[in-house]
């Protein structure tokens, strides 16, 4: 992943999970790594409507506070998540939802990491 998509998908993985901004380069590619492999069980239409989401959110970011969600100071762009998670409209709640489930399976799913953020799967939970 690389470019605005993985701009995008780093700025809303740091409000999800804080911690990820300490990441170094390989726990950055590790997690990008796991957003391509659950993407590519997708179908192309989730996968586009996933792509097209974090667009209009980076949209209404420029609108909201005049710069894109990768250069909004990270209470902003929390304030901007969530009033899209209250939004009146479901396809904004749902889009906010699964973008956060993304970006969060991609810092709890580095068993390399579990211990460091304090993280312990589930029992018969495998990953």
Known sequence: M?????????AVQQAAVP????????????????IEQLL?????????????????VDGLSLLRFGRRIHRLRPRQLEALLARLADS???LMRR????IATLVKASVYGQSELRAQLGYRPPD????
């Open 2 to 10: 690389s470019g605005s998509r993985a701009r995008r998908f780093r």
């Open 19 to 34: 911690r990820s901004k300490t990441f170094d380069r390989t726990a950055r590619e590790r997690s990008f790594a796991i």
């Open 40 to 56: 590519d069980r997708q179908t192309a239409a989730t996968r586009r409507q996933i792509g097209t989401f974090l667009i209009l």
């Open 88 to 90: 009146r409209i479901a």
């Open 95 to 98: 889009g906010v939802d699964g």
């Open 124 to 127: 018969g939970v495998d990953g």
